[in-house]
T-cell receptor, first 117, second 109 residues
């Protein structure tokens, strides 16, 4: 099992360019997440998908869009990149839907290091 | 609001103990703890649920005080491999995760 994979590992964009970050998991997990991590800071949730066919905003969704293509894949799109979006982006997944709280373990991908000039 | 972690950084010698605290201003369903080594992805350590249930798979213990909305991670007899940045993640609603700013831990030989 590869776990959670992300492509690309590194990317440099110019302001205004667009790109899509890809994420896939082979653990048959229902839920998937996109986070960004800025230097010296914790992870901030951008978007998440509780289950196939659903997506919802996290803490910092502005400037991003997502697509849950199928159960395995969850992509993050930057339509018009800005220098403020320079960050490390992590995708994560977790197993089951938990109704009453007590969310499941999240498994993280290796990250994509994005620089916007 | 991000949960507040303390201390921000700590240096230990091998074999020493450490406590990392996480405090939230919101009611919590659960608290998660992760460790991240430089340039790597965060790795799960432990989940603490309301009612006292814990789920984890490493030799690290933690507590969760629901009333005070606080959690503490206890690292005993630290090893060099414990070095890294520790994050608490707090769940304030289903799939609503907010992570703390992290505690940098360095273990020296």
């Amino acid at each position: 099992n590869a776990g959670v994979t992300q492509t690309p590992k590194f990317q440099v964009l110019k302001t205004g360019q667009s790109m899509t970050l890809q994420c896939a998991q082979d653990m048959n997990h229902n839920s998937m997440y996109w986070y960004r991590q800025d230097p010296g800071m914790g992870l901030r949730l951008i978007y998440y998908s509780a289950s196939e066919g659903t997506t919802d905003k996290g803490e910092v969704p502005n400037g991003y869009n997502v697509s849950r293509l199928n159960k395995r894949e969850f992509s993050l799109r930057l339509e018009s990149a800005a220098p403020s979006q320079t960050s490390v982006y992590f995708c994560a997944s977790s197993e089951a839907v938990v109704v009453s709280g007590g969310a499941d373990t999240q498994y993280f991908g290796p990250g994509t290091r994005l620089t916007v000039l | 609001q991000q949960p507040v972690q303390s201390p921000q950084a700590v240096i230990l010698r091998e074999g020493e103990d450490a406590v990392i605290n996480c405090s939230s201003s919101k009611a919590l369903y659960s608290v998660h703890w992760y460790r991240q080594k430089h340039g790597e992805a965060p790795v799960f350590l432990m989940i603490l649920l309301k009612g006292g249930e814990q789920k984890g798979h490493e030799k690290i213990s933690a507590s969760f005080n629901e009333k005070k909305q606080q959690s503490s991670l206890y690292l005993t007899a630290s090893q060099l491999s414990y070095s890294g940045t520790y994050f608490c993640g707090t769940e304030t609603g289903t799939y609503k995760y907010i992570f703390g700013t992290g505690t940098r831990l360095k273990v020296l030989a």
